[in-house]
């Protein structure tokens, strides 16, 4: 016993450095925030015990996070077992440790090794997800209440492990820059300059609403998916949960699984080669381009065949749906046309 204490316990503190650093880039392969709590003989076999569950959660929340549930079921997918979590994990973090006598409480943070992930994947049938979104703004709204009114709902998305999400989210603070944008407290005011003007104080171009209201038996909440670039707006549905973290929860997870069923879909789709003219103004706008186009779901690779300081010509392989891949980019800030001369062009949206 006290063996396989001092392990995992050497294993804890010499993965305390590797993970601070990679956890503040919002990599898709990090679980943030899991809550342990164990009790037993004493606090340090609590300890063990309670990072040990919270390994094996933290692992089953990556692998719903990077499947879909239709194939999990299909597949009988059973959950991560005690023994193959900690095999796939390369980093853990613990914060708010609590101990007493027999019980200890903590929150840990959980890095996992890519090619591990893969391999357990593939060895159970699932196909891995792994391409992120651009990040979104999140704005909680409760219904009949005052946009900066604190409340459960806004406390919820606050204290949320969002950014490693497949589509990573943060969530809106009042501070001073926001405040001189939107000045009534009314969510009316939320239109769709203001909504413009407050993506560049957090230098993002897309922003999910999320208005819920409290009912009897817990809350409901509308989703709004803007893309305020291209002011494009989805509506992406409703979500119901007993609590206001719960339904925060499935927020989350539906705007993941829209997403992923669009990564699957690009998959399932036959190979079309496209050449395109990508044009842009500044070597940044042109490395922001490159990320956009590598974290394509739609596109499943892009071969660089020349390059300037103004344009580029390039090879798309994507899975032949163009109005899709045109959505995808179009919410992304990118624009696909045609051109009498040039053929199919790729620019920023809005580029000239």
Do not use: C
């Amino acid at each position: 016993m006290f063996l396989r204490i001092l392990t995992a316990l050497l294993f804890v503190f010499s993965s305390v450095l590797a993970l601070s650093v990679n956890a503040q880039a919002a990599d898709p392969f990090t679980v943030s925030g899991v809550h342990v709590d164990a009790t037993a003989e004493n606090a340090l076999v609590a300890q063990t015990e309670a990072i040990a569950r919270g390994q094996v959660t933290a692992a089953n929340i990556l692998v719903e996070r990077m499947s879909l549930a239709s194939e999990r079921r299909a597949k009988g997918f059973a959950g991560v077992s005690a023994e193959d979590g900690p095999r796939m994990i390369r980093a853990l973090e613990i914060s708010n440790e609590k101990r007493s006598a027999n019980r200890y409480l903590g929150d840990i943070s959980v890095a996992f090794n890519r090619s591990a992930v893969e391999q357990y994947m593939r060895a159970k049938g699932l196909r891995i997800i792994a391409t992120q979104s651009r990040k979104r703004l999140v704005i909680p709204i409760v219904q009949g209440q005052d946009l900066w009114e604190q409340n459960l709902w806004s406390d919820a998305w606050q204290q949320a492990n969002i950014e490693h999400a497949l589509t990573p989210m943060q969530t809106i603070t009042p501070n001073i820059d926001v405040l001189r944008i939107i000045q009534n407290p009314n969510s009316s005011a939320l239109n769709m300059q203001k909504l413009k003007d407050i993506g560049r104080v957090y230098g993002l171009q897309q922003i999910l609403i999320v208005n819920a209201t409290g009912e009897g038996t817990g809350y409901s909440a509308t989703i709004q998916d803007i893309a305020i670039d291209t002011e494009t707006n989805r509506y992406l549905g409703r979500v119901r949960g007993l609590t206001a973290a719960e339904t925060m929860t499935k927020v989350v997870q539906k705007v993941e699984d829209e997403w992923k069923v669009s990564a699957v879909t690009a998959v399932n789709a036959e190979t079309v080669i496209l050449p395109v003219s990508v044009l842009y103004r500044t070597h940044t706008e042109w490395v922001g381009l490159k990320d956009i186009i590598n974290g394509s779901a739609q596109i499943r690779s892009a071969q660089l065949e020349a390059v300037s300081k103004s344009g580029a010509l390039m090879s798309l392989h994507y899975g032949g749906d163009i109005e899709r891949l045109r959505n995808e980019l179009a919410f992304k800030g990118v624009s696909l046309r045609e051109d009498d001369q040039l053929g199919m062009v790729l620019t920023r949206t809005g580029y000239r």
